[in-house]
């Protein structure tokens, strides 16, 4: 992942804290509408039960990512502006950051397909999609607040199908669907153990779903929902579109086996130490 499309919670003023909303539910313990600071931000923008957010009832904040934008935002698009400091511009910072959030993932699904050596045919329409993105990033927030962020998305996806195709290539010769399904819905699904090598998941819901020891190589997943899926034993290497939010949002353990970019959630190694593995 480019080093500037990861969160620095430290350099922005708790946005994701503040401008976006959400409801009481298994993800949060109470609701909170957008624009209304979240009772557990502190004045120096830190969260309070940060250490303890699952135990608390916040399993969503610890599945959340704005991939750079809180610090974009912050630093870049107000130079530091405080919204508690310039009461009248906080409207403003809470519509452009979820726009931000969106440009800046985009970005990240880019970058990663440009490092991929199967992307070699359509590198330059990857660079050229990167720096229009970039460029939409850099405006005033005045014009940011009217991006329709829906249009780039639907050139940038047709890209990154183009991606999936590119790596998926060897098994996109296979005459069956390897997860012989007709729907996006597979929640609780059991997939143990099964060989998922070079699956289209993008998008599935695969929520709470069994995937222990699931060979999930070269798979695109992006977009899927892995909420409570059990990851425990399975192999990701060479999975394309995988976000750390989606591994946060899953179950797994010290043996399952994931991209480089992606980090082993504190949650999956305190079952494993548990379990004694």
């Not at 250490?51 to 934008?69: M, S």
């Not at 130079?79 to 519509?95: I, L, N, Q, T, Y």
């Not at 069956?176 to 153990?193: E, F, P, Q, T």
Request: hydrophobic share 35%.
């Amino acid at each position: 992942m480019n080093s500037q499309l990861r969160a620095e919670c430290e350099n922005c003023f708790g946005l994701c804290c503040v401008a976006l909303p959400y409801a009481k539910s298994a993800d949060f313990a109470f609701d909170k509408d957008g624009g209304t600071p979240c009772r557990n931000l502190q004045t120096d923008y830190r969260c309070g039960i940060h250490k303890n957010l699952r135990g608390k009832g916040f399993k969503g904040c610890t599945v959340y990512e704005c991939f750079g934008a809180g610090q974009k935002v912050s630093q870049i698009t107000y130079g530091g502006e405080d919204w508690r400091d310039s009461p009248e511009r906080a409207k403003e910072m809470f519509e452009v950051f979820p726009i931000m959030q969106q440009l800046h993932e985009m970005l990240n699904y880019l970058y990663e397909a440009l490092q991929l050596k199967e992307t070699t045919p359509i590198y330059n329409e990857l660079k050229a999609s990167i720096q229009e993105i970039e460029h939409l990033t850099q405006l005033p927030a005045t014009e940011i607040k009217h991006i329709r962020v829906s249009d780039h998305r639907v050139m940038v996806n047709k890209l990154l199908l183009q991606v999936s195709e590119l790596v998926r290539t060897h098994f996109l010769k296979k005459k069956y669907d390897v997860l012989n399904r007709k729907s996006m819905d597979m929640i609780g699904a059991k997939l143990r153990k099964t060989d998922l090598r070079g699956a289209n998941l993008r998008g599935v819901l695969l929520i709470a779903a069994d995937l222990q020891g699931a060979d999930m190589r070269w798979t695109d997943l992006i977009g899927a929902d892995l909420r409570d899926a059990n990851l425990s034993g399975a192999d990701l290497t060479g999975s394309i579109f995988l976000t750390q939010a989606q591994v946060n949002s899953a179950k797994g353990n010290l043996h399952t086996k994931l991209p480089n970019s992606l980090l082993k959630p504190d949650h999956w190694l305190k079952v494993s130490i548990k379990n004694g593995l």
